[in-house]
């Protein structure tokens, strides 16, 4: 069926748009269409041409590692929140695996993607997340990297007396 060949042509494709579909099948089934089958595929065309650019939900979805903050400290022991965003055109976000160091530690498959990671080692980490739709796709954030430290530097302010204060000699 002429409707079959255009939707095996899509898929095989993997294009996100109509018009781009329609243009390759066109090319693909030019030379078999006959007076009929040339006539059939007019008017799909033209059914499709209504709206050449919209999307279909052959895109992969889009995710953001929030949290934590590229070059942020942690020390061994502490517990800190995973986080990323996701948007996926037509498809649903059905599941976000959270990495640290290239392992898997948490998943989400609710808003907000968030979970929770007990710190482990020291020296500097890489974290990502990966998203999956229930299209099949999946899409890597940008890794971002924390430190670990065995115990933070402590911080000294001098209090007292005021800036700018004089005092005796």
Same mark, same amino acid.
């Given at each position: 069926? +002429?409707?079959?060949? +255009?939707?095996?042509?899509?898929?095989?494709?993997?294009?996100?748009?109509?018009?781009?579909?329609?243009?390759?099948?066109? =090319?693909?089934?030019?030379?078999?269409?006959?007076?009929?089958?040339?006539?059939?595929?007019?008017?799909?065309?033209?059914?499709?041409?209504?709206?050449?650019? &919209? *999307?279909?939900?052959?895109?992969?979805?889009?995710?953001?590692?929030?949290? @934590?903050?590229?070059?942020?400290?942690?020390?061994?022991? !502490?517990?800190?929140? &995973?986080?990323?965003? *996701?948007?996926?055109?037509?498809?649903?976000?059905?599941?976000?695996?959270?990495?640290?160091?290239?392992?898997?530690?948490?998943?989400?498959?609710?808003? @907000?993607?968030?979970?929770?990671?007990?710190?482990?080692?020291?020296?500097?980490?890489? &974290?990502?997340?990966?998203?999956? !739709?229930?299209?099949?796709?999946?899409?890597?954030?940008?890794?971002?990297?924390?430190?670990?430290?065995?115990?933070?530097?402590?911080?000294?302010? =001098?209090?007292? @007396?005021?800036?700018?204060?004089?005092?005796? !000699?």
């Amino acid at each position: 069926d +002429f409707a079959e060949q +255009f939707l095996r042509q899509l898929f095989q494709l993997r294009v996100n748009n109509v018009g781009q579909a329609f243009i390759a099948h066109k =090319i693909a089934m030019a030379s078999s269409s006959g007076y009929n089958g040339a006539e059939r595929w007019i008017q799909f065309g033209l059914n499709l041409q209504g709206d050449p650019g &919209l *999307t279909l939900a052959l895109a992969a979805p889009s995710i953001t590692l929030t949290d @934590p903050v590229a070059g942020t400290q942690y020390k061994a022991g !502490d517990s800190i929140t &995973l986080a990323a965003t *996701t948007s996926d055109g037509i498809n649903v976000i059905t599941n976000v695996l959270f990495f640290v160091a290239g392992s898997p530690v948490a998943s989400s498959a609710s808003v @907000p993607h968030t979970a929770t990671w007990t710190v482990a080692g020291s020296g500097l980490v890489s &974290l990502h997340a990966v998203a999956q !739709d229930d299209g099949g796709y999946q899409t890597t954030s940008t890794a971002v990297q924390v430190e670990i430290v065995a115990n933070f530097s402590p911080a000294v302010a =001098i209090t007292n @007396p005021i800036a700018g204060t004089l005092l005796p !000699d």
